[in-house]
């Protein structure tokens, strides 16, 4: 009974995934689109065939809060960005959107080949009137589309230069408040994670809040990093750390709960875990207003919630880890 009871502590030690700092279990999410379009030149009415294998839209941060590869976010993270940043509204997208977002690319291809004298001076908002007229003269066509979610991180070594793919698997939308999200990247075993923990969260209690701030990139943004080193990049793609204490409990007018704090976050830092000293997850980062000094989270029991509704097992307890 001895030499089981030890072999059963030995296995427990050495096949049971481990908790981890939330710095390493801390993930940049970028949400993106790829496919392909027909592109009509108006000056002379020729057709183009565009691929656009990457185009940005939205980024922020996440965390890994199951050894198999799930991973939490803010819904506003992998959600329609145009939404988000004109009508204040969280929403899943929808092919409509990702048809957009090709097209939109695709036209900025275009103009890179056949009219690159207008590339310097075109800004977003141009970019999107000039999408717009396209689509309604009916010069551009996406005849593909795809919505990808990549990851990088200090869990996956090489996702500096090969990021991690990631799907949807779940989020929450402005109707219902809950600006969560439910990642799950694939054929993922034994990864470090986070646990949650759904404890009641006082006023005046310290947090830690981790991400990836814009100035985090913009202080390497002025180096020469092309030919860095793995640890170079594996700097760039660790988690900031930042504190403070819970300022707040703030519900809304729909009785949802949200804590504010005075720790620093930037924009960026949308979706990283809000940890307790004992570096439990006891809320999610979804809004900052950098000039005021404080920004808001949301509790971990609407991360619990939306894992229970997908068959997701995250406890929710309160866990020490390991």
Request: aromatic share 10%; glycine share 8%.
């Amino acid at each position: 009974m001895i030499i089981l009871g030890l072999l059963a502590v030995v296995a427990y030690i050495v096949y049971h995934p481990t908790a981890t700092s939330p710095q390493n279990a801390t993930v940049f999410i970028v949400s993106a689109v790829s496919g392909a379009a027909q592109v009509t030149d108006p000056t002379d009415n020729k057709t183009y065939d565009v691929t656009v294998d990457y185009y940005g839209i939205s980024a922020g941060s996440g965390f890994i809060i199951t050894s198999d590869g799930y991973i939490a976010t803010a819904a506003h993270v992998v959600g329609d960005p145009w939404e988000i940043t004109n009508n204040g509204v969280i929403r899943k997208m929808t092919d409509d959107d990702l048809k957009y977002y090709v097209d939109k690319a695709a036209i900025y291809i275009f103009l890179q080949k056949a009219h690159p004298e207008m590339i310097s001076s075109l800004n977003e908002s141009q970019l999107d009137t000039l999408t717009n007229q396209f689509m309604a003269a009916g010069a551009v066509k996406a005849t593909n589309y795809t919505h990808n979610i990549y990851i990088r991180g200090p869990t996956f070594p090489e996702s500096a230069s090969n990021p991690v793919d990631a799907q949807l698997v779940d989020m929450g939308n402005s109707d219902t408040e809950m600006d969560v999200a439910l990642l799950k990247v694939n054929k993922a075993s034994r990864l470090p994670y986070l646990p949650i923990n759904n404890q009641q969260i006082t006023v005046g209690e310290n947090v830690r809040i981790y991400g990836y701030p814009t100035e985090q990139f913009a202080f390497y943004g002025d180096m020469d990093t092309e030919g860095g080193s793995k640890e170079l990049w594996n700097s760039i793609y660790t988690a900031s750390l930042t504190s403070g204490i819970v300022s707040a409990e703030r519900p809304s007018s729909k009785g949802t709960t949200y804590y504010q704090t005075d720790a620093a976050v930037d924009s960026g830092s949308s979706g990283g875990p809000v940890c307790n000293s004992n570096n439990q997850v006891i809320g999610i980062l979804v809004q900052g207003f950098e000039k005021q000094g404080f920004n808001f989270f949301l509790p971990s029991k609407y991360i619990t919630e939306l894992c229970n509704e997908n068959g997701v097992n995250v406890g929710g307890g309160s866990f020490l880890p390991f």
